[in-house]
């Protein structure tokens, strides 16, 4: 029963500390560049297309979501598994800026 409490109380404070955290504009810089040195040799219209709206993105959060349309991108231009490197490769740059449970690879 303590254990439990515990974790929970763990849980809780960790929550708590991570929604008070601010990126800062060197944070996003840094998670920017990382999504789109991934996308460098792409050149198309749905290239540039995702390197206005990752220009735009405000937080961590925002550039996550771009995750999934950077994949794409890639995956026309060479192959599934040059994306899922590539994307997998800049995973650390979301750490704590995410919940961890959040931050999967893509297999």
């Not at 995750?67 to 650390?92: C, E, K, M, P």
Request: proline fraction near 4%.
């Amino acid at each position: 029963m303590i254990p439990t409490i515990a974790r929970l109380f763990r849980g809780a404070l960790l929550r708590h500390s991570q929604r008070r955290r601010q990126a800062s504009l060197k944070d996003i810089a840094q998670i920017r560049g990382a999504l789109l040195q991934c996308l460098d040799d792409c050149d198309s219209p749905g290239a540039r297309r995702l390197r206005g709206k990752i220009a735009q993105a405000r937080n961590p959060q925002e550039l996550w979501m771009l995750r999934n349309d950077a994949y794409q991108v890639i995956s026309q231009h060479h192959d599934q598994s040059v994306a899922a490197d590539r994307i997998n490769g800049i995973l650390g740059v979301f750490e704590g800026w995410l919940e961890p449970k959040q931050i999967v690879r893509i297999k």
